[in-house]
């Protein structure tokens, strides 16, 4: 990643990458509605190699600190890894609506239009 790109240049290309990437494909994806497509909603970078004493976990990229974790990913040996969470967004009668779940909702059982039903 070129440190100089911006938070959404980034977003933009990993969006093209979803699209385009057979390891993105979900089960059932062909059935999938035309006008909906997914949009990233979060950036993580997860650190590795680096000491787990002084160094954390895991960082959530913003506008604010998007240049200096490209920087530090850019130094680094190749281990640091993207960690991205998306949404459905329905494209579809004009406006762009929340669809399905995010990866992160599927993971904790909650939608993310509201909480689950008992």
């Known amino acids: 990643m070129n440190p100089g790109h911006d938070l959404d240049e980034l977003k933009q290309s990993m969006e093209a990458l979803v699209v385009s990437s057979p390891n993105c494909q979900e089960f059932m994806s062909k059935y999938k509605s035309k006008g909906s497509k997914e949009a990233v909603k979060e950036i993580k970078v997860k650190w590795g190699g680096k000491d787990k004493q002084l160094f954390p976990k895991d960082t959530i990229l913003t506008e ?5 974790v490209l920087r530090m990913m850019a130094v680094g040996v190749g281990q640091d890894v ?25 993971e904790g059982g909650v939608k993310q239009g509201g909480a689950k039903k008992k």
């Open 82 to 106: 993207f960690d991205i969470k998306t949404e459905s967004v329905n494209t579809e009668e004009g406006g762009a609506k929340e669809g399905g779940a995010t990866e992160g909702a599927k």
């Open 64 to 68: 604010e600190n998007c240049e200096a």
